[in-house]
């Protein structure tokens, strides 16, 4: 597809500058894509320069941690903190601790994140954070000692109305609850300066299901609106068994579908009459387990060793497919399959766990594609929850919080659509409407706040 010309000089230039950082591209490649159209009818951008300054982070941090393990030894890792934008408000996203987390993906999951945020409808600018850390295997003693000297460096940098780190992959309540000892320790504040904390410490009730259920929930209006079905019946295939794809497959089941996959770093498994969630959740929340363990517990099913590839996870015929592990888990032959088996909707749990080609592909072939930064904006959108009963001093019900979350999925799928009907390829195209129905906030907040 040609592009508009201010948006392909500006998509060049970036593609230089940010040469070896292959995320970072490729997610600006798909932002600057879709806002194309949008772009070629506001020529203040071009002479505001918005775009380039839309792309810049505001602050790109990377320190040093040091810590020392059971055995004594002192270890290094790298810490990063984007501050990406602050248009619509304080910086806001997730912390990941993954031995692949370095300055592409952390800049790649900021940007974002920055749209994301501003499609929840409340005020939060756009940040991410992590570490090169790897918690597996770790003892409770050094994941604690790493959080501590993590935030010993990241506390100079965030506070409730400047920058609010929450977890990501490998972050969950555990390191949260290290994160915020740590801070409250060295700054003697006691503030709503992370969320996804723990409710007896100023922690949301539905926080932990946030992710996996705004999902369902943005999925099942767009099945209704675009398809006219929902999710009773149909079989669900769901990467991950993390915080987001056991919540999804919890709320999934609830409204009637059938989740007959899941899977891990190391394999997957399969379940033709439904997954037993209550023996995941206890090997992956309780005990940190593998599920390689499922079978031999559940007494059913199978597993298969590897995740990916012509016999990965994604070979399984479904009904509907839920990416909730890691980015850049489907790729054009995977897409191909899906295809191929009859899947009729895909919505991102994970961020960009499609490639480029996996989405076009999708969309062509009349398959609702639902964007991480819409689908699974409620992990988001509950943190913002959760800094509204900090600053109030309150804790509303999981009711309460559950059907403000309900609400804004459906917004999130509605103000995209809107968008999709005007500026997207197809109606399959969320991507497209996602992305403007993002931007068009935080740019005309840019835009009137001058330079
Ligand atoms: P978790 O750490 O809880 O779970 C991640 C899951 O994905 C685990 O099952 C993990 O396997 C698997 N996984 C991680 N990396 C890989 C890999 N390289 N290959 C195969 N499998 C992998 O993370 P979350 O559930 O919190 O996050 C999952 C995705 O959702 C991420 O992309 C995250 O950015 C995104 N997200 C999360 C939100 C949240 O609220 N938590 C909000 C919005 C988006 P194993 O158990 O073997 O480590």
Request: hydrophobic fraction near 35%.
């Amino acid at each position: 597809m040609e592009l508009h010309k201010y948006t392909k000089e500006v998509l060049e230039k970036f593609l230089v500058a940010n040469k070896g950082l292959p995320e970072y591209q490729e997610a600006a490649t798909n932002i600057l894509t879709s806002l194309d159209k949008y772009i070629a009818e506001h020529p203040e951008f071009e002479e505001k320069s918005l775009l380039e300054r839309f792309l810049m982070p505001e602050r790109f941090i990377q320190f040093k941690v040091l810590w020392t393990d059971d055995s004594g030894k002192i270890q290094v890792n790298n810490g990063y903190r984007v501050q990406y934008n602050s248009a619509i408000g304080p910086y806001k996203g997730g912390l990941r601790f993954h031995p692949s987390v370095n300055e592409s993906i952390i800049k790649f999951l900021g940007l974002e994140q920055t749209l994301k945020n501003s499609l929840t409808t409340l005020n939060m600018g756009g940040g991410k954070g992590g570490s090169d850390f790897d918690p597996k295997g770790k003892s409770d003693n050094e994941i604690m000692r790493f959080c501590q000297s993590f935030m010993t460096e990241l506390y100079k940098y965030i506070g409730p109305n400047k920058d609010v780190p929450a977890g990501d992959i490998g972050v969950g309540g555990r390191e949260i609850g290290y994160f915020f000892g740590q801070y409250k320790r060295i700054t003697g504040d006691f503030s709503g300066v992370l969320t996804g904390k723990g409710l007896s410490f100023g922690g949301s009730l539905a926080r932990k299901e946030a992710t996996g259920y705004g999902l369902c929930y943005y999925a099942s209006e767009a099945l209704s609106t675009i398809l006219h079905t929902d999710f009773k019946g149909k079989k669900v295939v769901i990467s991950g068994s993390g915080n987001v794809a056991i919540y999804a497959a919890e709320k999934a089941t609830a409204l009637g579908a059938t989740v007959i996959a899941l899977s891990d770093s190391n394999g997957y498994i399969v379940d033709n009459n439904g997954i037993d969630l209550e023996v995941v959740k206890q090997i992956k929340e309780v005990e940190r387990g593998r599920l390689s363990s499922y079978v031999e517990r559940a007494g059913k099913g199978s597993y298969h060793a590897g995740t990916y590839g012509k016999e990965g996870i994604w070979s399984i015929p479904c009904g509907i497919a839920l990416p909730c592990a890691t980015q850049n888990e489907i790729g054009l032959d995977d897409a191909k399959a899906l295809v191929a088996h009859g899947v009729k909707a895909v919505f991102e749990g994970a961020n960009m766990p499609s490639s480029s080609e996996a989405i076009e592909y999708f969309i062509d072939h009349e398959v609702v594609f639902g964007p991480a930064k819409a689908a699974n904006a409620g992990g988001v959108a509950v943190s913002g929850l959760e800094m509204a009963q900090n600053s109030e001093r309150l804790s509303w019900s999981f009711e309460e919080v559950d059907e403000k979350l309900h609400a804004i999925m459906k917004e999130i799928f509605a103000n995209g659509y809107k968008h999709t009907l005007k500026y997207g390829k197809n109606v399959y195209d969320l991507k497209t409407g996602s992305d403007i129905a993002g931007f068009e906030k935080v740019a005309e907040a840019m835009l009137a706040q001058g330079i």
